[in-house]
């Protein structure tokens, strides 16, 4: 898959740069041809034998100097490359890059580059989280740069926190999928998601809610539109963004919301995938004026909101693919496929709050994938980014063979 493929590593000034030699063995093992370039303060973290004997290259870290024979080295490099891939990512080069500032050979090269860039950052936790450098991360995501999210832990600094630059294996792993993917097997395709949770309001300032965040679904969204599908996104209240030009994005807030505009859609889509923590009941009564605190209890009565994938899956038509997702607790299999059966459904995605790193708020996730030919298969804990491309892969075969 990435045999002959042209990757330029950019690496800055971080104490992750140790790991970026592994990265370079992994892209060179593949078949990949690799060319190094570097910031000045990277190269006290690695030395350029080690970069140059990996790469096979001579590393480029000087826009100018005695030993550039011509000055215009970063267009001739990003012009040769398929793909840019920064590890690890300073805030610095970050800030940079977001803002158009190119004054060494890492910033010059990222400007002159107009084909895919991943970023992998490595920073101090407080780094990570100051507002400044969200905004520039912020900037890089709406403009197709892929972030590989850095992992919370221990950090060089002394410091546990989400920082730490993500292992060699799992960047090349999302470099790799983003190569495999570029096929776009899913062009001309619509596909309707669900997302995020719902909010069922009390009175005008109390609602019903719940833990979800919405990054299964978003992650999905974004992986079925690169994969060329049309998508529409059915989100509930989250603080998600994303800027992909195959997404249509319909943001509701109930589940009453979330019922319409998902019946309204489905009868145009090839399939639908329901992400979203959707909730099963609501207030019987909406109270127009704030609920005073009258006594020492207050009895809520609630009433059931509509199933929107059951009411999809009574719907469904020949051709349509359906699929939903089981979060569960316990009896995990059986339950999953009790809800398969009952609500129509091709296949399910089956998490579990029992397992470490899966379910809401995460930026991973390990599922089981149990379809209607009762073939189940679990997965690795993994970025849900990459649980995204295994849940497409499934679909995918799907609609071959539904749609053959
Ligand atoms: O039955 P349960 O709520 O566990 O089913 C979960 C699946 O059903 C998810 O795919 C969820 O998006 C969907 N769902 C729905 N409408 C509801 C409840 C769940 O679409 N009211």
Redesign the pocket.
């Known amino acids: 898959m990435l045999q002959g493929k042209k990757i330029i590593i950019g690496i800055s000034g971080g104490i992750a740069a140790y790991k970026t030699l592994f990265l370079i063995r992994l892209f060179k093992k593949a078949g990949a041809e690799v060319r190094i370039v570097a910031t000045e303060n990277a190269m006290w973290f690695v030395t350029r034998v080690s970069l140059e004997s990996l790469s096979q290259n001579k590393v480029y870290d000087k826009v100018f100097g005695p030993e550039n024979d011509y000055t215009t080295e970063h267009i001739s490099l990003t012009d040769w490359a398929d793909a840019f891939v920064v590890a690890p990512a300073t805030a610095n080069i970050i800030g940079k890059y977001a803002n158009g500032i190119a004054d060494d050979a890492l910033s010059t090269s990222l400007m002159a580059f107009d084909k895919k860039v991943f970023v992998a950052p490595a920073m101090n936790c407080k780094m990570y989280e100051n507002f400044a450098f969200q905004k520039n991360l912020e900037t890089l995501r709406q403009n197709a740069v892929q972030i590989i999210e850095p992992a919370e832990g221990y950090l060089a600094c002394g410091y546990e926190g989400k920082g730490r630059m993500e292992e060699p294996h799992v960047i090349f792993q999302q470099v790799q999928s983003w190569f495999a993917h570029d096929r776009k097997d899913l062009q001309g395709k619509k596909v309707l998601l669900?997302a995020g949770p719902t909010f069922e309001n009390i009175d005008p300032v109390r609602y019903i809610g719940n833990y979800s965040t919405g990054k299964m679904g978003f992650a999905l969204a974004e992986e079925l539109a690169e994969r060329g599908a049309e998508v529409t996104l059915v989100a509930g209240p989250v603080n998600l963004s994303l800027q992909h030009p195959g997404i249509h994005r319909i943001d509701v807030q109930s589940?009453q919301q979330m019922y319409d505009a998902a019946m309204n859609a489905f009868p145009r889509m090839d399939a639908a995938i329901?992400?979203?923590?959707?909730a099963?009941f609501r207030p019987a009564q909406l109270n127009t004026e704030k609920v005073k605190r009258t006594g020492d209890t207050l009895t809520l009565q609630l009433i059931a909101?509509?199933?929107?994938?059951a009411s999809l899956g009574q719907i469904k038509k020949s051709g349509q693919v359906l699929a939903?997702?089981?979060?569960e607790t316990t009896n995990e299999v059986e339950n999953a496929q009790s809800?398969l059966k009952k609500?129509n459904l091709d296949f399910i995605v089956l998490n579990s709050l029992k397992d470490k790193g899966a379910g809401f708020g995460t930026d991973t996730n390990k599922i089981t994938l149990l379809d209607n030919k009762n073939q189940i298969t679990g997965f690795e804990l993994k970025s849900k980014k990459l649980v995204a491309k295994d849940i497409t892969d499934k679909l995918v075969e799907y609609l071959k063979e539904h749609q053959a």
């Open positions: 669900t589940a329901l992400t979203a923590a959707v099963d909101n509509p199933d929107i994938l939903g997702f089981a979060l809800k609500k």
